[in-house]
């Protein structure tokens, strides 16, 4: 269960304060795989870092009764200076997991060669997603924020990346943004839309992306 809490944030923006959460009250439900969509600038990556707790809110809270992983994707998960092999070791022990375990899993699964041993600031921004996806999934959580990162890489890292997904949703939940219909609908159970600071569930995942596809439309 993830439930806002009277959960707002804006940002200033050339004198103008641009509010991108407005005082969201609603709660998630288990097991699901959600589907966050919204238009390009409406929060969709605020919010998935507010639930992350990797940014604080204006107002109000986000609370949940189970762990949350950071947004994969987000390329602030890491520090440039240190090896993408140090950065998970870093993390192993944040979240108590076996260090050794979670370091041959993300060499495994990442697929960047030399590179695993290399600082982070060296890589490209697909190297960090691959990275991140790893290391991430690498744990146990109870839900994942995934912010279209199972779109990198070529198509074999794709099935490797949409099937590790799916094994880990038969336990987990997930929020998953991607502009891509044909994901939302591969991998998610329902929706959530995000509109002018506003969110929106739906049970059906069908029914989201008709709303989205109409709030696009009017745009």
């Not at 998970?88 to 260090?99: E, K, L, N």
């Not at 041959?104 to 041993?117: M, P, T």
Request: net charge negative; hydrophobic share 40%.
């Amino acid at each position: 269960m993830i439930r806002f809490e009277n959960l707002s944030k804006s940002y200033w923006v050339q004198g103008t304060q641009k509010v991108v959460i407005d005082r969201l009250n609603t709660e998630l439900p288990t097991g699901k795989s959600l589907a966050l969509l919204g238009l390009n600038g409406a929060g969709k990556s605020t919010l998935m870092q507010l639930i992350a707790g990797t940014l604080r809110a204006d107002s109000g809270r986000v609370v949940s009764d189970g762990s949350i992983s950071w947004p994969v994707g987000f390329g602030g998960s890491f520090h440039p200076d240190l090896t993408g092999a140090q950065n998970v070791r870093f993390i192993a022990r944040i979240y108590g997991v076996d260090t050794d375990e979670l370091v041959a899993f993300v060499e495994d699964f990442a697929e960047l060669g030399k590179h695993f041993n290399m600082p982070v600031r060296s890589y490209s921004s697909g190297m960090k997603s691959r990275l991140t996806f790893g290391a991430s999934f690498g744990i146990r959580f109870d839900t994942y924020l995934v912010d279209e990162v199972t779109a990198v890489g070529d198509a074999a890292f794709r099935r490797k990346s949409q099937a590790l997904f799916k094994e880990r949703m038969e336990t987990s939940s997930a929020i998953l943004v991607t502009h891509e219909m044909g994901q939302v609908r591969s991998f998610c159970d329902s929706g959530i839309l995000l509109h002018r600071g506003h969110l929106t569930y739906f049970e059906d995942v069908e029914e989201a992306i008709e709303a989205h596809m109409e709030v696009v439309n009017d745009r």
